[in-house]
């Protein structure tokens, strides 16, 4: 099939490459110009594995083209609408304006019979409104609703083969026409949920704020280990062989942060009061409110360590971005916490291995490294906030050759406390006795 793509960030470069790498005929389409430059020449503006390799495939296939003219839509049968829904300037609320701006600059380039696709995660009912848009411009054209359900660091697998494909239509056509588009990930055996706009809608965000909440319920066990003596680690290991709760994304911690997570629950609350059911959900600002406290208790457990001030001792934060494997560093606890140390009169030092250039971008303050043995080199305390592999393999006695004073802070609970404890650190975890 011929198929557009409209907007080239996160979602969109990994959805155009990934299409056309299962064989179909891509444009994608972006405002901006220095990123579209990057695209044509095989260079994702992002880290992501795999996604160089799989744009570099599709660019030398001829399937793969990228352009800042949308008239370049005109002739694709389906057209994704891939771009940012961030958190509104003046409220929790999305901000639709770039969605609003992307289906209103296609309109006039649509065909008889084509698809509009959305992509972007929405507040229920933008669906519904954005198809009435559609036939009031366009009465051959339709809409569909196809959520996405990517993680950062797999999300060129999460396209190429994701866990489940949700359909939110109101036309069989507009069915038909995506069983084409996905025709091998269906013949894989990808499950497929065909439903409505709003029930489409709401997946995506329901998914979030579950996993937010799960997230957040073991961060809440985390607080209450600390004042009983309890370690929240084997707490969760105990409850996860319970099957009807499981292990995965039961890791006390710093809390989770991105793009997506914190402004999606927020959005979805915004949602729920505008449809005067805010009480459905309250229990998501508990949440979020649980999640920033973890940041909070990390600068303190830091302030302890240093008896009483951080100010002109040196710190080593591992990780910068808001999980590894990506080079984000939206709303990432990781750069949260070495802002706050900073602002303490720390002398903070930030390693990562991918996120640097984006956290210099927005703290220029900060002092960065690309190499982990310069943060530690006579530091007083190291601050672990993103697990990225090169930082849990790391060889305690080796660092503690290299700091001022042997001290940790774990604040993601994913290193040895008595191989630490035993090579000489003042260990420190979330939850952890």
Not at 117 to 134: D, E
Not at 378 to 385: E, K, Q, T, Y
Not at 404 to 433: C, H, K, M, Q
Request: glycine share 10%; proline share 4%.
């Amino acid at each position: 099939m011929k198929i557009s793509v409209i907007g080239c960030g996160y979602l969109g470069a990994v959805h155009a490459s990934a299409m056309a790498e299962l064989g179909h005929e891509v444009v994608g389409i972006d405002v901006d110009e220095e990123k579209i430059g990057q695209l044509r020449a095989g260079k994702a503006p992002f880290f992501e594995p795999g996604l160089t390799e799989v744009l570099s495939s599709a660019l030398a296939s001829g399937r793969l083209t990228f352009t800042t003219d949308i008239a370049h839509a005109a002739g694709a049968q389906v057209h994704f609408v891939a771009v940012g829904t961030p958190q509104a300037r003046d409220s929790q609320a999305a901000d639709l304006s770039y969605v609003d701006a992307a289906v209103t600059s296609l309109l006039p380039h649509l065909g008889a019979g084509d698809l509009v696709v959305g992509k972007s995660t929405v507040p229920v009912g933008t669906a519904a409104r954005l198809a009435g848009v559609v036939a009031e411009h366009a009465p051959d054209a339709m809409l569909a609703w196809n959520p996405e359900f990517l993680r950062e660091g797999f999300a060129v697998r999460d396209t190429i083969d994701p866990d489940r494909l949700v359909y939110g239509v109101a036309d069989d056509r507009a069915t038909a026409m995506l069983d084409e588009v996905y025709a091998q990930t269906i013949s894989n055996g990808t499950p497929r949920v065909v439903t409505d706009y709003a029930t489409a809608e709401l997946v995506k965000v329901a998914a979030n704020a579950f996993l937010a909440t799960k997230i957040s319920f073991i961060n809440a066990m985390a607080e209450i280990a600390e004042v009983t003596g309890a370690d929240v680690t084997q707490l969760a290991d105990a409850i996860g062989h319970d099957t009807r709760i499981g292990r995965r994304f039961l890791n006390a911690g710093v809390g989770f942060g991105g793009g997506c997570l914190p402004k999606d629950i927020r959005a979805f609350v915004a949602r729920a009061e505008e449809l005067g059911r805010g009480e459905s959900v309250a229990f998501l600002k508990e949440v979020d409110a649980i999640n920033m406290r973890r940041r909070d208790r990390v600068a303190d457990l830091a302030i302890e360590a240093l008896g009483g001030s951080p100010f002109g001792h040196k710190v080593a934060v591992l990780g910068v971005t808001f999980k590894p494997h990506s080079d984000d560093v939206r709303d990432s606890p990781a750069l949260d916490v070495a802002v706050r140390l900073k602002g303490l009169g720390a002398d903070v030092v930030v390693t990562d291995p991918e996120g640097l250039d984006n956290a210099r971008g927005r703290h220029p303050q900060l002092l960065y490294t690309e190499m982990t043995e310069e943060a530690l080199r006579f530091a007083d305390l190291a601050v672990l906030v993103t697990e990225w592999p090169e930082y849990t393999a790391l060889d305690p006695k080796a660092v503690a050759g290299l700091m001022r004073t042997p001290r940790i802070i774990d604040a993601r609970n994913v290193l040895d406390p008595a191989a630490w404890r035993e090579a000489g650190f003042a260990y420190s975890g979330l939850g952890r006795n």
